[in-house]
Antibody, heavy 113, light 112 residues
């Protein structure tokens, strides 16, 4: 059974940091591009970042550039998203995605004072 | 960024009847490798999105054959041949030919 389990979300003050993790099982993690997509409350889907299978190539959406860092540990089957300088507008559910076919349940990040 | 425009934004369908959602992209999604990078997702209430269709017309594993995708270039359609109660939710199209991948606004499907 394919499982992607995100963790690390929570309430943080503006300017703070969080590190999201996504533990993967059920498919060959090291063979897949991985993505983070977020969804603000009652809003649509917005792509955040992606990383290639060996971790050497990364890309970011405009809202994430310079503040977020995507990484992976293929030995641990885990994807990460380090989020710094968080803003109120970063409040969203963050989904971890394998290829485009495997989605986690998401982790809620709330940025508020 | 490529803009994805879905119509309609909401749809009310009688069970057993067909339904259709249109998605138009601001640029062609046909890649030089011959593939067209258009996807369809369904987000059921309270759940994460799930992939239905990839590369315009290929059903993902486990997706019922009542779902079909078609189109080319910049115009695409998702069809449900006979809507069932479990098909309610928000449908999104997405392109991945160009960074950043972008999603349509979503089409909310409800059952009459």
């Amino acid at each position: 059974e394919v499982q992607l389990v995100e963790s690390g979300g929570g309430l943080v003050q503006p300017g703070g940091s969080l590190r999201l993790s996504c533990a993967v099982s059920g498919f060959t993690f090291s063979s897949y591009w991985m993505h983070w997509v977020r969804q603000a409350p009652e809003k649509g889907l917005v792509w955040v970042s992606r990383i290639n299978s060996d971790g050497r190539s990364t890309n970011y959406g405009d809202s994430a550039k310079g503040r977020f860092t995507i990484s992976r540990d293929n030995a641990k089957n885990t994807l990460y998203l380090q989020m710094n300088s968080l803003r109120v507008e970063d409040t969203a559910v963050y989904y971890c995605i394998g290829g485009w076919g495997y989605w986690g349940r998401g982790t809620l990040v709330t940025v508020s004072s | 960024d490529i803009v994805m425009t879905q119509t309609p934004l909401s749809l009310s369908v009688t069970p057993g009847q067909p339904a259709s959602i249109s998605c138009k992209s601001s640029q062609s999604l046909l890649h030089s490798d011959g593939k067209t990078y258009l996807y369809w997702f369904l987000q059921k209430p309270g759940q994460s999105p799930q992939l239905l269709i990839y590369e315009v017309s290929y059903r993902f594993s486990g997706v019922p054959d009542r779902f079909s995708g078609s189109g080319s270039g910049t115009d695409f359609t998702l069809k449900i041949s006979r809507v069932e109660a479990e098909d309610v939710g928000v449908y999104y199209c997405m392109q991945s030919i160009q960074l950043p991948p972008t999603f349509g606004q979503g089409t909310e499907v409800e059952i009459k």
